[in-house]
């Protein structure tokens, strides 16, 4: 009976006894989850301030981030749940995870090839590079899918320039192009090509217009390597379906989604930006399907209400206190091996004849 007590209190000790243990790089983490969450504060009163306003339904958190389905610029059909993932500003700390994967210090440089489709992974993106104090050079496809930055007067070009404005961000995108079929607007109307163009002539953005994607491929290299100068570009990340920057469509769930620091070797339709990165030896990160991504650091989908910066496995985690249940388990043994004792005591007394002051 005193084993069975004991035993039993010493599992309900060890039970609720837990500690938090902090995930690796929990201060930048929350730092860049914050700040994520900054700019999309910043961005929706900036809206809000211009008589915009979203639509309760398909954006229940109110972020006004999500845009609509279909629009001059709108250049694929998008899904409206990985956008409204995106928006978990925790999504942040994923890029701390993948730029520390990646082997990252600060003052490294960041080469980015972005689309106007996911606005939540970009501002993720922005805010881990400014927590690590990276160098991002970046090229936006203004092009959107549906429900991403495709308001052809509000463009993610734009939404860029704002967080310039309001110091949230120290750099943005240095060129753009339409995105779409070939990199030219393919899908697109001649009208929402010339919103595109627009957009990038009131954010003063120097403009890729190639006749082909081969060219325009080879051109963003070439400014990638002008604007990196004589430093070495650390890694390239690919945030949407950007033909230029993955080649082609099927290139998506080819590539491997995360930090690769060499792509497999397969029979590319077509090769982008990220190929030849990747073959020039630099690591590259793909960023596109956001259900992955989502999954692999135990992330909700489509939250609503937001999570709060820092929630979740990629901050901390409950595990029992291993100390207690060390300590747990050595009362149970020693409680073990009294009563053994004792019991052996009690047969040797029964034995006749027996003088229990020299039993044991």
């Known amino acids: 009976m005193v084993l069975t007590v004991v035993s039993i209190a010493m599992y309900i000790w060890a039970e609720h006894s837990h500690v938090t243990k ?17 700019m999309m504060d910043s961005l929706r009163q900036f809206q809000y301030a211009n008589g915009i306003f979203p639509d309760e339904i398909n954006d229940p958190n109110l972020t006004a981030l999500i845009g609509q389905q279909y629009t001059r610029i709108t250049t694929d059909i998008g899904d409206l749940d990985s956008k409204t993932t995106a928006l978990n500003p925790n999504m942040a700390a994923v890029f701390i995870n993948y730029f520390k994967e990646a082997g990252l210090e600060e003052g490294d440089i960041v080469a980015a090839g972005m689309t106007g489709s996911l606005p939540g992974m970009n501002l993720a993106f922005y805010a881990a590079c400014e927590v690590l104090s990276l160098k991002p050079i970046v090229i936006t496809s203004v092009g ?6 495709n308001d052809p007067y509000y463009t993610w070009l734009d939404m860029e320039h704002r967080l310039m404005e309001t110091g949230l961000i120290s750099r943005r995108s240095i060129a753009a192009s339409y995105g779409g079929g070939e990199d030219l607007g393919g899908r697109l109307s001649p009208e929402g090509r010339e919103y595109i163009r627009k957009a990038a002539d009131r954010n003063d953005l120097r403009f890729i217009e190639e006749p082909n994607l081969e060219a325009s491929v080879a051109l963003r290299m070439s400014i990638y390597d002008d604007m990196a100068e004589d430093e070495k570009i650390k890694l390239y990340v690919n945030i949407g379906g950007g033909l230029a920057s993955i080649g082609h469509g099927q290139n998506s769930d080819l590539i491997p989604v995360g930090v690769s620091s060499l792509l497999p070797i397969l029979n590319y339709p077509r090769k982008g930006v990220i190929h030849h990165f990747s073959e020039s030896g630099v690591p590259v990160a793909h960023i596109v399907n956001i259900h992955i991504i989502a999954n692999n650091y135990n992330l909700p989908r489509s939250p609503s209400p937001l999570p709060e910066p820092g929630s979740g496995s990629l901050f901390s985690e409950i595990r029992y206190n291993l100390f207690v249940t060390v300590i747990a388990l050595l009362v149970v043994v020693a409680t073990l091996i009294a009563v053994l004792l004792f019991d052996r005591r009690l047969q040797q007394m029964d034995r006749p004849g027996a003088d229990p002051d020299t039993l044991v």
């Open 22 to 38: 902090k995930a690796p790089h929990f201060d930048d983490k929350l730092a860049a989850a914050e700040l994520m969450k900054t």
């Open 144 to 149: 959107a899918s549906s429900w991403g930055a």
